[in-house]
């Protein structure tokens, strides 16, 4: 059944050759393209069952938002992206991605100061649809990973919803909820923490391609114990999670 909403009724008639003036100065074709794509991903990912996937061969993307602030809500925005693709427990170093977009706000002083973003930066680079879609071309399917997901998963949702009126699909696991689960004395779960007891490097922090590719370091480490605790694919782990909370 052909998506006869608003923008889904655009886009069909631009793939028809059908496209008027009127709906040309609406929207620049690219942007009706990045979003076409984008609402895809979305509604392709809410017909995958990944609860079977085996924890030793699960494809996913290990990412990190860098934003102007807390609330996308109070109009903070994503200043970049970054991403790291994970087999199991193989970090694919050579499958990343990265990307700073334009908030199209100013980007506060210590914001600047803790990501080394600055607004200059900021105001040369592409917008936030082609950044969003760039990184969904990167995940493609896959399960995304994150520490503390609630602070990246409102800043997607957000984004997903401002340029192309969908929802976030995608399963999400969070590197700090598994650590509570497993260290539930630890009175600390954040990042550096866990960081330094697993003795894992700290190359650059507040950085969004470095922070995930320390993030992926400590999922591999933790998807170790996890195993070593009999749970071997998405489905255990998923409902053993939900048992904890």
């Known amino acids: 059944m052909k998506d006869m909403r608003p923008a ?19 929207f620049d074709v690219q942007s009706a393209q990045q979003m076409a794509f984008i609402r895809s991903i979305m509604k392709e990912q809410r017909k995958n069952s990944l609860y079977d996937i085996p924890l030793d061969s699960v494809e996913l ?3 990190d938002l860098e934003t102007t602030g807390f609330s996308p809500y109070n109009g903070d ?23 700073i977009v334009n908030p199209k706000r100013s980007i506060p002083e210590e914001v600047v100061d803790l990501t080394g973003i600055s607004n200059e930066m900021a105001g040369k680079a592409q917008d936030l649809i082609g950044g969003l879609r760039a990184f969904l071309e990167f995940v493609q399917q896959k399960l995304l990973v994150a520490h503390g997901t609630g602070h990246d998963k409102h800043f997607l949702n957000a984004a997903l919803w401002k340029t192309s009126k969908v929802n976030l699909s995608h399963r999400m696991l969070d590197t700090m909820l598994l650590a509570k689960w497993l260290y539930p004395k630890l009175k600390q779960h954040d990042l550096d923490t866990l960081l ?12 969004a391609l470095e922070d995930a590719k320390m993030t992926a370091r400590l999922w591999a480490m933790i998807m170790e114990e996890i195993r070593l605790k009999g749970i071997h694919n998405l489905g255990d782990l998923y409902s053993q999670l939900s048992h904890h909370h």
């Open 8 to 26: 889904g009724r655009m886009w069909h008639l631009y793939k028809m050759g059908g496209i008027t003036p009127a709906i040309t100065s609406m």
């Open 77 to 99: 925005e994503i200043i970049s992206f970054g991403a790291v693709a994970v087999n199991g427990t193989s970090i694919l170093e050579d499958q990343t991605f990265y990307s």
């Open 196 to 207: 330094d007891m697993y003795g894992i490097e700290v190359t650059e922090r507040h950085h």
């Open 61 to 63: 993307v290990v990412f």
